[in-house]
T-cell receptor
């Protein structure tokens, strides 16, 4: 069975450019999470969707970040404009509901120069 | 104070050793507890849930002390393949979010 799929796996971009990260959750899971991981701050929850509806976006760092989930099988995290401090690994995770079990994708390693 | 605190390590132990990791959490209303494992440059993966009565999965034993808000993970007869970062994770809040500790790095040496 396919796990959580993320693309791209690596992204290098220049400051000021728009970055779009993509996620396909595991079929049948109704919860989706976006995380960011850095050495300094560890793993941080950015936003949580349940049944395609954003439930909690309090972790989104600022207005430059936005996330959408147009349907049950696809979500995007967009950064516009990107800044060097956004460099991190961004993980998408999905779960059957409630956050008890989360299955992480392989992550997107973002470097903003 | 961080919501979930762990000793970052690193813990360097010889193969076959027993090693224990500790974790404390600040929200007394937290509902569920887990240990995740993250290999270098990989995604976190659920290792095991933690139950009040304590639970065991092969060489791994997890304990929860709600009164002290303390969680532990014991690894017996450690293997080289156990080398990873172990993340203490707490589920709480109306949004049922997972809060991750910063992780404890374990290296098992031959």
């Amino acid at each position: 069975d396919a796990g959580v799929i993320q693309s791209p796996r690596h992204e290098v971009t220049e400051m000021g450019q728009e970055v779009t990260l993509r996620c396909k959750p595991i079929s049948g899971h109704n919860s989706l999470f976006w995380y960011r991981q850095t050495m300094m701050r560890g793993l941080e929850l950015l936003i949580y969707f349940n049944n395609n509806v954003p439930i909690d976006d309090s972790g989104m760092p600022e207005d430059r970040f936005s996330a959408k989930m147009p349907n049950a099988s696809f979500s995007t995290l967009k950064i516009q404009p990107s800044e060097p401090r956004d460099s991190a690994v961004y993980f998408c995770a999905s779960g059957p509901g409630g956050g008890r079990e989360q299955y992480f994708g392989p992550g997107t390693r973002l470097t903003v120069t | 104070r961080k919501e979930v605190e762990q000793d970052p390590g690193p813990f360097n132990v010889p193969e076959g050793a027993t090693v224990a990791f500790n974790c404390t959490y600040s929200n007394s209303a937290s509902q569920s507890f887990f240990w995740y494992r993250q290999d270098c440059r990989k995604e976190p993966k659920l290792l095991m849930s933690v139950y009040s009565s304590g639970n065991e999965d092969g060489r791994f034993t997890a304990q929860l002390n709600r009164a002290s808000q303390y969680i532990s993970l014991l690894i017996r007869d450690s293997k080289l393949s156990d080398s990873a970062t172990y993340l203490c994770v707490v589920l709480s809040g109306s949004a049922r979010q997972l809060t991750f500790g910063s992780g404890t790095q374990l290296t098992v040496l031959p």
